[in-house]
Nanobody
């Protein structure tokens, strides 16, 4: 499974961005799907996970209330809507999928990763 992210870029603090992730399989059904980020010198952080089969979600504390993970009706694309962005949100953002159904923010549980997309938030 190959994952391709898009939608990163630079934005002022308080702004919004939407990241997209598409799968080479054409569907995220039956996969756990998450978004992670890694800032320079820091460990990779799980920020959002979507159970595409039933729509349940979980979020990391650092983004709760500001970011939303969702998919399109065909489950072919998973999005991360990021609102009220802060300079500390600056990182490379990765889409990931696992051969399981459910919710998990642990990077080690994921089997497939995208190449990452840079998000930079200026103060």
């Amino acid at each position: 499974v190959q994952l391709v992210e898009s939608g990163g870029g630079s934005v002022q603090a308080g702004g919004s961005l939407r990241l997209s992730c598409r799968s080479s399989k054409g569907s995220f059904l039956d996969y756990g799907t998450g978004w992670f980020r890694q800032a320079p010198g820091k460990e990779r952080e799980g920020i959002a996970c979507l159970s595409t089969n039933d729509g349940r979600t979980i979020y990391g504390d650092s983004v709760k209330g500001r970011f939303t993970i969702f998919s399109d009706r065909a489950k072919s694309t998973v999005y991360l809507q990021m609102n009220d962005l802060k300079p500390e949100d600056t990182a490379v953002y990765y889409c990931a999928a696992g051969d399981w159904m459910g919710l998990d923010l642990e990077a080690s549980e994921y089997d497939y990763w995208g190449q990452g997309t840079q998000v930079t938030v200026a103060s």
